[in-house]
């Protein structure tokens, strides 16, 4: 339950950060010290960026939905690195608002501190079920297909 509620904040918070760069640029360029100019010159890259923060949302939550860890800690990852390249290129601050909401959810992914449950590879190695990987130690090699 704990490390569903943290994938799905970073879920959110990816929501409220595309929000922010699409239709809220303005203000969120202000807050970033850009003047008019220059909120009018990112207007366009900050509307692309958006859609890859929505897309990233919508991604996190289909591995939710599926059971996918694999995805998710894939999109974790990702997001984690994105947020190393926005402390380092823009603002520090940015680490601390994507990324550290990222680490401790796939903290929790790879540990699975929530006793919820993963998926479990059945005898064919390609195909997984969604059962509890509480019951067993046997972890999965390659991100598997799930069935229903």
Do not use: C
């Not at 059971?67 to 984690?80: E, T």
């Amino acid at each position: 339950m704990l490390t569903t509620a943290s994938v799905a904040l970073v879920s959110l918070l990816h929501v409220a950060f595309a929000a922010g760069e699409s239709v809220g640029w303005s203000r969120m360029a202000a807050r970033f010290g850009y003047d008019a100019q220059k909120i009018e010159h990112t207007r366009a890259l900050a509307l692309n960026q958006g859609a890859y923060n929505l897309g990233i949302a919508a991604m996190l939550v289909f591995g939710l939905a599926t059971s996918n860890a694999a995805m998710v800690q894939a999109l974790l990852f990702f997001i984690l690195a994105m947020a190393v390249v926005g402390a380092t290129s823009v603002r520090w601050t940015i680490f601390a608002v994507q990324g550290v909401p990222a680490l401790l959810a796939l903290g929790l992914t790879l540990t699975n501190a929530s006793g919820t449950a993963q998926p479990r590879v059945s005898a064919n190695a390609n195909v997984a079920t969604t059962h509890d990987l509480a019951t067993t130690d046997r972890p999965w090699s390659a991100p598997p297909r799930f069935e229903t």
